[in-house]
């Protein structure tokens, strides 16, 4: 098992920037392809970005392309996600998922993002 903790998010004007991390603990280590998904108010949730077990690889959905940067570094067990030019749609709570290689999906409570006109 793993637990997966937020940490980052807050307030910001339209324009600035973010760095939200998740710390992993239990039974972790590279194993895991990790990700960040978003939930706006009124809103389902759906993905942000996801980064594979190397690193070498990472996808975006197409709304945050060329503005957030998903990253991790496995020696501290943390995934990264760097928001920059954020804009007022980008208000949700960033939540922060790991899967393992048996397909098992473990969420974290997430982190508010709310970002100002």
């Known amino acids: 098992q793993v637990q997966l903790g937020e940490s980052g998010g807050g307030l910001v004007q339209a324009g600035g920037s973010l760095r939200l991390s998740c710390a992993a603990l239990g039974d972790t280590g590279s194993s895991y392809r990790m990700g960040w998904s978003r939930q706006a108010p009124g809103k389902e949730r759906e993905f942000v970005a996801n980064?594979?077990?190397?690193?070498?690889?990472?996808g975006y959905i197409d709304s945050v392309k060329g503005r957030f940067t998903i990253s991790r570094d496995n020696a501290k067990k943390t995934v990264y996600l760097q928001m920059n030019s954020l804009k007022p749609d980008d208000t949700a709570v960033y939540y922060c998922?790991?899967?393992?290689?048996?397909?098992?999906?473990?969420w974290g409570k997430g982190t508010l993002v709310t970002v100002s006109s």
């Open positions: 998922n790991a899967v393992n290689t048996n397909g098992v999906n473990y």
């Open positions: 980064i594979n077990r190397s690193g070498s690889s990472t």
